[in-house]
């Protein structure tokens, strides 16, 4: 990461144009942020207040689609909306303290995101595969997922305010983040415990539990009802998979790469781009997950694209579980 000259203010201090980047970028940004922030709320919010309305939607399934969706939304207030207001003054207006509180807060409910997209996949998993028989994926299973994306975010999100790295302005600095340009041991050390327990390990679970899924789906595929439930799941997991990397792949890359490199120079304007890269997860995610459910209960009931009457209960996969029920196990609903 470049070193700012003797003449630019402290991230803290005033306005980093031009020395961290043109106004112009500044200006880009916000806009964008305000794009995200506008969007991510309503769609969002609109998810959690469908799903405490509706009694159908407070299915397992749903329990965890909507911890998704109070950490995107917790995600807008706490990172995208402060970025908005320090990209249009042009630095961190809101002093250290509170630099260090959002970029916990933006880490935690990230967190929780990304894991909570993890328990839904091995949802999933469990309901179509059946790896443990007749299981059945409760509330109480449900519950237990969503407290463990909490605790484990918790857990990995708490070191830098207690002295294992550290929360400082990134970028274009009008955000704040884990530390991972400085170098030293110290943060490398963390953001390679954060990289693997934090991004590997779901995006390894999500992988595993759709391959499995759509193998499944593929060798029931003589039935008609099977046939759309593989196209549609198959949708939904190419669109989850490619934003899922799309918004956290290059932030985490470049946060291993910078921090495993000390020597390494990055412009400003480069390193800002990953962290907002990963703030429009928190409109991708609801799109993808929710177009069912959202889409269902505004048509009052129908199939937006015309196949009659569908339950708004789940997203595109729960088709794929009823139809694979109804192939293999007749006898027992899913």
């Given at each position: 990461?470049?070193?700012?000259?003797?003449?630019?203010?402290?991230?803290?201090?005033?306005?980093?144009?031009?020395?961290?980047?043109?106004?112009?970028?500044?200006?880009?940004?916000?806009?964008?942020?305000?794009?995200?922030?506008?969007?991510?709320?309503?769609?969002?919010?609109?998810?959690?207040?469908?799903?405490?309305?509706?009694?159908?939607?407070?299915?397992?399934?749903?329990?965890?689609?909507?911890?998704?969706?109070?950490?995107?939304?917790?995600?807008?207030?706490?990172?995208?909306?402060?970025?908005?207001?320090?990209?249009?003054?042009?630095?961190?207006?809101?002093?250290?303290?509170?630099?260090?509180?959002?970029?916990?807060?933006?880490?935690?409910?990230?967190?929780?995101?990304?894991?909570?997209?993890?328990?839904?996949?091995?949802?999933?998993?469990?309901?179509?595969?059946?790896?443990?028989?007749?299981?059945?994926?409760?509330?109480?299973?449900?519950?237990?997922?969503?407290?463990?994306?909490?605790?484990?975010?918790?857990?990995?999100?708490?070191?830098?305010?207690?002295?294992?790295?550290?929360?400082?302005?990134?970028?274009?600095?009008?955000?704040?983040?884990?530390?991972?340009y400085t170098g030293g041991s110290n943060n490398s050390s963390y953001i390679l415990a954060l990289f693997v327990t934090c991004f590997v390990m779901p995006l390894s679970l999500i992988l595993f539990s759709y391959t499995n899924l759509l193998l499944t789906l593929r060798a029931h595929r003589e039935a008609d009802t099977t046939q759309q439930a593989e196209r549609e799941v198959t949708r939904m997991v190419v669109a989850m998979v490619v934003a899922f990397l799309t918004c956290w792949l290059p932030y985490t890359t470049f946060a291993l790469v910078v921090a495993t490199n000390k020597d390494i120079v990055i412009q400003p304007a480069l390193a800002s781009l990953p962290s907002y890269f990963s703030k429009t997860a928190t409109v991708y995610n609801p799109i993808i997950y929710f177009q069912s459910c959202l889409l269902g209960m505004l048509c009052c009931g129908y199939h937006p694209r015309g196949m009659g009457k569908t339950s708004p209960a789940a997203p595109s996969a729960q088709v794929a579980a009823e139809g694979l029920r109804n192939k293999v196990t007749p006898c027992h609903p899913v």
């Amino acid at each position: 990461m470049d070193s700012p000259n003797s003449s630019t203010p402290g991230p803290f201090d005033g306005p980093q144009w031009p020395h961290q980047g043109p106004r112009g970028l500044y200006v880009a940004v916000a806009v964008l942020m305000g794009l995200v922030v506008a969007s991510a709320s309503v769609l969002n919010g609109l998810v959690i207040v469908v799903s405490i309305r509706h009694r159908r939607l407070r299915s397992p399934l749903n329990h965890i689609l909507v911890n998704l969706a109070v950490a995107n939304l917790l995600v807008t207030l706490s990172g995208s909306s402060v970025s908005l207001s320090n990209n249009i003054r042009g630095f961190f207006a809101f002093g250290e303290r509170l630099c260090q509180l959002e970029g916990f807060m933006v880490s935690l409910t990230g967190i929780v995101g990304l894991w909570s997209l993890a328990i839904l996949a091995l949802e999933r998993y469990l309901v179509v595969c059946r790896p443990l028989g007749e299981f059945r994926f409760g509330h109480r299973h449900a519950a237990s997922g969503c407290a463990f994306t909490w605790g484990w975010s918790l857990l990995w999100t708490t070191p830098p305010l207690l002295g294992w790295s550290s929360y400082v302005p990134e970028g274009l600095r009008t955000s704040c983040g884990p530390n991972w340009y400085t170098g030293g041991s110290n943060n490398s050390s963390y953001i390679l415990a954060l990289f693997v327990t934090c991004f590997v390990m779901p995006l390894s679970l999500i992988l595993f539990s759709y391959t499995n899924l759509l193998l499944t789906l593929r060798a029931h595929r003589e039935a008609d009802t099977t046939q759309q439930a593989e196209r549609e799941v198959t949708r939904m997991v190419v669109a989850m998979v490619v934003a899922f990397l799309t918004c956290w792949l290059p932030y985490t890359t470049f946060a291993l790469v910078v921090a495993t490199n000390k020597d390494i120079v990055i412009q400003p304007a480069l390193a800002s781009l990953p962290s907002y890269f990963s703030k429009t997860a928190t409109v991708y995610n609801p799109i993808i997950y929710f177009q069912s459910c959202l889409l269902g209960m505004l048509c009052c009931g129908y199939h937006p694209r015309g196949m009659g009457k569908t339950s708004p209960a789940a997203p595109s996969a729960q088709v794929a579980a009823e139809g694979l029920r109804n192939k293999v196990t007749p006898c027992h609903p899913v």
